[in-house]
């Protein structure tokens, strides 16, 4: 008996393509990815205003890096190339904004290839990840190169604000009690990962995904409503020393996070409900890990620990059928 | 007791086709706990056999006077015994590596590859094959070990047994030594095993339908 | 009675007690083995445990150079454990003190201490002149710190900045750029185990000033006055 080949012409092909079949096909997640590119734009434009040669830099090497890796790693499953698809721009995109500019090369290549391998391939390609990639990958290069990752810069003429020499405001307050103004946050003339600095390109971008719909607006209501109750209490008991909820908004990753990293369909819930307790939950975690943990930002860590319990979410919150009990 | 393994097959099953670790998925405190340098995975690994080797000869050796409802009791009472002698061992001759070690070689009681080893092997058979499956069984056990131990330590700290092997430049991926590190490393090393052995199987079946016709 | 003998017989074969007499004998053989190691082992690791102090002890006073020195030269200093009683108002303390004498003159202290660092206990050996009035060495015991940030502590280059700082007033972390003596630099991320092990310094000098300052010179006035 000859053994069955799959290359075989004559054999019969079954496609298997990620779940879910009836909404996503092929061309609406790459229609989702071209949208989430367009917001993306602001972002892009404004760090590379900021921080030109970084931006760029950083840019180059997080794409280049994820379209290797999941050139390599699909192929190694076997299956048709997906890069067509633009998922893999769109983590290196995201990634590279994730950064500091001041990152070496090593640490965005290991991130990207972490993010495509071991956060998407693994659990079955674009559609079937657990946690958002991207995340994915700089948890893992932020605890294992925390030096590069803290943005400790120098000073440099290539950049055009002197925002690469400065003490990250996030780091700033959290080590000394310095608290940035809020207008150098608004703007983004700070220093930091490259997409986070300025809150204006983040609410940008943000806006025309939640009116294309591409992102969800539960999430990020519910992040607000959780960052705002928080913040608030926070500042009525006497946590007052100068760093406000509007800080705290404005400060760090968090827009970026919101509006970028929480809203990846594909890691948070299914249904409205659903969203927005994930986007309370993930408002939450960030709130206590800004207060309590080593860490001056939590923004990563609370999105992950959240795509973790997304299953669980999406089975509390399943929507009774009609007629059923 | 025809149908019990040899003691030779014992040994080698022990190795690689019934390897403690990544066959039989037991002993996995200590594989991710101790396995951030190669040093500490290999003082681990030789503690556990040790263990292995006493607990599985005398329980070997007493194995016709054993009640069933009372074996476990045996079992236990065996190994703590020798497990609490590696500890002072260890404390004596190697006592930085037992400070590095910790609470992991106490931890070696409720270690389940050496109470499934006296109660699949040792409680049946006569002790020496008893041994040889101890000894088969504690290499399977210190391959995984140090296989684990081997990757991470390079990659995490850039050495092997404490010996600078990358160049200065090679930047630490500090998670690695971490925790996560270790389930990084091990569920891609099971991964890689599972596939090798499934394509074995897969062209042992095509070898077979191919000479059967 | 043979019913009798027969029933008692089987009653004795159930009891429990008897049903467990391997389980009995294991456990008295087993413990007597143990305690034969327990005795053969036992000083070999106590000499361990104070070994690892007891080497540390010339460097901690002397600095790397003059112990280097004084090994080559065949020297050693004479060093005398004792335990040192701290009253606080809620308890207790004790420390345990390490006297260091070349030839009978006291050469500095080496004190034990211990406290919660950022992920578990850090025990430290803090070597401290005569006088009390500047610390000589520092060096750290046992710590399971965060690996690649609050395991820096232990580094030669973060260490050294305790040597020769004084100990006569209490010794601040600071973030940026330490200038002025007294001031120690934080590691880069791990401020909270930076700022454990320097309050942990910070209580043994205060606690031990009195203790160490008023006991010492009687006992050297005693040592001049014998001699």
């Known amino acids: 008996m000859k053994p069955i080949d799959d290359t075989d012409p004559a054999a019969p092909v079954i496609q298997v393509s990620p779940s879910p079949h009836l909404v996503q096909s092929a061309s609406s997640t790459r229609r989702m990815m071209v949208d989430v590119l367009i917001g993306m734009v602001p972002v892009v434009a404004m760090s590379l205003f900021v921080f030109r040669g970084y931006a760029l830099f950083q840019l180059a090497v997080c794409l280049v890096a994820c379209l290797l890796a999941e050139l390599l790693f699909v192929k190694m499953r076997g299956r048709a190339s997906t890069l067509k698809d633009g998922s893999a721009i769109v983590t290196g995109v995201i990634l590279a904004m994730s950064l500091p500019g001041t990152a070496p090369w090593y640490v965005g290549t290991i991130a990207a290839f972490v993010a495509i391998g071991i956060g998407k391939t693994i659990f079955g390609g674009v559609g079937m990840n657990l946690f958002n990639p991207a995340m994915v990958g700089r948890a893992f290069v932020m605890i294992s190169f925390a030096g590069a990752m803290a943005a400790s810069g120098f000073e440099d003429v290539r950049s055009a604000v002197d925002a690469i020499s400065q003490a990250t405001p996030m780091n700033a307050y959290k080590m000394n009690g310095v608290v940035a103004p809020l207008s150098e946050l608004f703007w983004g003339t700070t220093n930091g990962s490259l997409g986070e600095t300025s809150a204006l390109a983040c609410l940008l971008g943000g806006f025309y995904l939640v009116i294309r719909r591409t992102a969800s607006w539960e999430i990020p209501a519910g992040l607000f409503v959780a960052i705002l109750v928080f913040g608030g209490v926070a500042d009525l008991a006497g946590h007052a020393d100068g760093w406000t909820v509007l800080h705290h908004i404005l400060g760090g990753s968090l827009l970026f996070g919101v509006f970028f990293i929480a809203t990846d369909p594909v890691s948070s819930p299914l249904t409205p409900k659903g969203k927005f307790i994930f986007g309370l939950g993930t408002g939450m975690l960030i709130m206590l890990f800004r207060f309590f943990s080593g860490y001056p930002e939590g923004v990563m860590f609370a999105v992950l620990l959240m795509n973790a319990l997304t299953p669980l979410i999406n089975r509390w919150t399943i929507p009774t059928p009609f007629g059923g009990q | 007791m025809a149908d019990l393994p040899t003691a030779t097959e014992r040994f080698i099953n022990g190795i690689l086709p019934e390897n403690p670790v990544y066959r039989q998925l037991l002993g996995l405190c200590p594989t991710l706990a101790v396995t951030n340098s190669l040093n500490a995975a290999i003082t681990m690994a030789g503690a556990v056999g040790f263990v292995l080797l006493c607990a599985n000869v005398i329980t070997s050796l007493i194995r016709n006077l054993l009640k069933p409802h009372l074996r476990i009791v045996v079992f236990t009472l065996t190994i703590a015994t020798f497990v609490t002698i590696a500890d002072r061992f260890l404390a004596a001759y190697l006592y930085q590596m037992s400070k590095t070690l910790g609470p992991y070689i106490p931890l070696i009681i409720v270690n389940c590859i050496i109470i499934c080893r006296c109660e699949v092997c040792a409680s049946k058979q006569s002790p020496l094959v008893a041994a040889t499956d101890a000894i088969g069984q504690s290499l399977g056990f210190g391959l995984a070990l140090s296989s684990i131990a081997a990757i991470r330590e390079i990659l995490g700290a850039g050495s092997l047994f404490g010996l600078r092997v990358m160049p200065a430049a090679w930047p630490d991926w500090t998670i690695m030594v971490l925790p996560p590190g270790a389930f990084f490393t091990f569920g891609l090393l099971l991964g890689t095993v599972n596939w090798i052995v499934t394509r074995k199987g897969a062209k042992k079946s095509q070898r077979r339908e191919r000479s059967s016709p | ?227």
Not at chain 3, 24 to 32: D, K, N, S
Not at chain 3, 101 to 119: I, P
Not at chain 3, 173 to 201: N, Q
């Open chain 3, 1 to 227: 009675m043979d019913v009798e003998k027969k029933s008692f017989a089987g009653g004795l074969k159930s009891s429990n007690l008897v049903q467990a007499w391997l389980v009995m004998v294991l456990a008295v053989g087993f413990g007597i083995s143990l305690a034969g190691v327990q005795l053969l082992l036992g000083p070999v690791i106590e000499g361990n445990k104070l070994n690892e102090t007891l080497e540390k002890v010339p460097e901690l006073v002397l600095g790397n150079f003059l112990a280097a020195k004084m090994a080559s030269e065949n020297q050693t200093l004479e060093i005398v454990p004792r335990q040192v009683t701290v009253k606080k108002l809620d308890r207790t303390k004790f420390y345990i003190v390490y006297e260091a004498r070349y030839q009978g003159d006291l050469k500095g202290w080496v004190v034990k201490t211990k406290g919660q660092g950022y992920a578990d206990t850090i025990e430290l050996l803090l070597g401290l002149s005569p006088d009390l009035r500047s610390i000589t060495g520092l060096f750290v015991l046992d710590q399971k710190e965060t690996p690649g940030l609050g395991n820096k502590i232990i580094t030669h280059a973060w260490r050294s900045q305790f040597v020769d700082a004084p100990a006569d007033r209490t010794l601040v972390v600071i973030k940026t750029g330490s200038s002025r003596p007294g001031e120690i630099d934080v590691v880069t991320g791990a401020t909270i185990s930076s700022r454990s092990v320097t309050a942990m310094i910070n209580t043994a000098i205060g606690d031990l000033r009195n203790p160490l300052t008023t006991a010492p010179s009687s006992q050297g006035k005693g040592g001049k006055h014998n001699g």
